[in-house]
């Protein structure tokens, strides 16, 4: 498992506050436990999925999104490797590598916004 290397373009109060929550965010899947996402999802968040294709699913609201990440986050025998999280005001991007069960990996990008200290959207993206 690596750690996540955060790169904050404009250093200020709002990078600085995205910054913390994109880390907390990581660390529910890199700790496989999704305990704090109530505490980082707004009640209004919308997540775009990367399945299934070529679109993706899309959920609504604190509780769809909450059980959406949870299921990833507590998925037996898989990981996450964060590449990189790249933060500028409200938004973030975070690059990854997930690897299933099966051993196989798949990389992608989330593009991240904030509002009020909570993740608002979430549009996950992934290769080939």
């Not at 959406?68 to 690059?95: K, M, Q, Y």
């Amino acid at each position: 498992m690596e750690r996540d290397s955060i790169v904050v373009v404009h250093p200020d109060d709002q990078s600085s506050q995205t910054a913390e929550l994109m880390r907390r965010f990581n660390d529910v899947f890199q700790n496989h436990d999704p305990s704090a996402l109530l505490g980082l999802v707004a009640e209004d968040c919308v997540i775009e999925n990367t399945v299934p294709a070529p679109d993706g699913a899309r959920h609504a609201g604190r509780g769809a999104c909450v059980r959406l990440w949870s299921a990833i986050a507590s998925e037996p025998g898989t990981r996450f490797d964060i590449e990189e999280t790249f933060v500028a005001g409200e938004r973030a991007t975070i690059r990854w590598r997930y690897w299933p069960a099966d051993g196989n990996s798949i990389r992608g990008v989330n593009l991240m916004r904030v509002a009020d200290g909570l993740i608002v959207e979430a549009m996950g993206y992934v290769k080939g």
